[in-house]
């Protein structure tokens, strides 16, 4: 709270930084718990629901940010009541999240003479490398992370897309990452009532060729007439999350239930390691092209799942995947 509402840049990086910390303890257990929780064949379903519950409250959080800040109110002093507000919802999330934690029932772990990875990193690259003898689980994670790097490449894309090339306020910036996010929950969705069984795997080249097609749409806008362009521009950014949402759900629910019990934690806390390293590398490619045209950057992305679709095409023919 002090953080927004002061504006202050470093305290900013320590809040978001210890976001990040408490999300690498908090992730792996939330995640390795599921198998443990739900017979196999229903965590589908229950990562579908779970995402979109997720998504619902990313969305929540995006939407009502940029209200907030839009608001017509007086500023006290130097500082907008808009950016009191958005810090105040931060707080009063995060209290709320705290308060729920107390009722979670404790269980015990599934491999409680494993000492804790105090190595850390290089614990992690040690799995990573057991992870991928296992070549469908390696797979697996490799697209779960490049879609995640994706994604926040997209994010930063849309902040850029909406405010710099079209000129769009932060209220209806924020309603373009509601559209992307409603795609990925309609998604989730769906991907939790179809792909069940072997059905999962017949479902990922699709999905990742309906991605490619919304990023496409969006890379064209410029290139159609004005009064098409929005529609466009939303619908577009709406397909891509849809696809995103399609292929997410199955994927993480693969990371969960193939490895062994006492290796679902460690297997996720690795596929974390791979996601958000390669979230930070998309984050420093956004900022070496960000002169380039947001929708030119879509044209790239569009590409990259063109691509994704094609290796998931040639990959999913391999003996390997017959079991």
């Known amino acids: ?39 196999r064949e229903r965590l589908v379903w229950v990562n579908g ?23 017509p109110l007086p500023k006290l002093g130097h500082v907008p009541w808009g950016r009191g507000l958005v810090g105040l919802g931060v707080l009063s999330f995060s209290l709320a999240g705290w308060a729920l934690a107390w009722l979670i029932p404790r269980r015990g772990a599934s491999d409680p003479s494993r000492p804790f990875p105090w190595s850390g990193p290089w614990e992690t690259l040690r799995e990573l490398r057991s992870i991928g003898a296992d070549r469908p689980l390696g797979r697996i994670l490799l697209l779960d992370a490049l879609l995640w790097s994706m994604g926040v490449f997209q994010l930063l894309l849309i902040n850029a897309l909406g405010k ?12 373009l990452v509601m559209a992307q996010m409603l795609g990925l929950a309609v998604g989730g969705l769906g991907a939790a009532h179809g792909a069940q069984g072997k059905a999962w795997l017949r479902m990922l080249a699709p999905s990742a ?11 064209l806008v410029p290139q159609t007439a ?44 690795a596929a974390n390691f791979a996601s958000f390293s390669g979230m930070t590398l998309a984050s420093g490619l956004y900022i070496l092209v ?15 799942s063109l691509a994704i679709a094609l290796w998931l095409m040639v990959e999913l023919r391999h003996p390997a995947w017959e079991g």
């Open 226 to 269: 004005l009064a098409l362009q929005n529609p466009l521009l939303f619908g577009g950014v709406a397909l891509a999350g849809l696809g995103g949402g399609l292929l997410l759900v199955p994927t993480e629910t693969f990371l969960q239930a193939r490895p062994a019990p006492e290796r679902k934690g460690a297997t996720w806390a």
């Open 290 to 304: 960000n002169r380039v045209a947001p929708t030119h950057a879509y044209g790239g992305l569009a590409a990259l």
């Open 209 to 219: 060729w309906l991605m490619a097609l919304g990023m496409g749409l969006v890379w």
């Open 1 to 39: 709270f002090a953080a927004l509402w002061r504006g202050n840049l470093a305290l900013m990086v320590v809040m978001v930084g210890a976001m990040g910390l408490q999300s690498a303890l908090f992730s792996p257990a939330l995640n390795g718990s599921l198998p443990e929780l739900f017979p």
């Open 164 to 175: 710099e090339q079209f000129g769009f306020s932060d209220r209806a910036t924020s309603l």
């Open 49 to 71: 629901i779970l995402r979109v519950g997720v998504t619902l409250g990313i969305l929540a959080g995006v939407a009502s940010a940029g209200m907030a800040l839009d608001l």
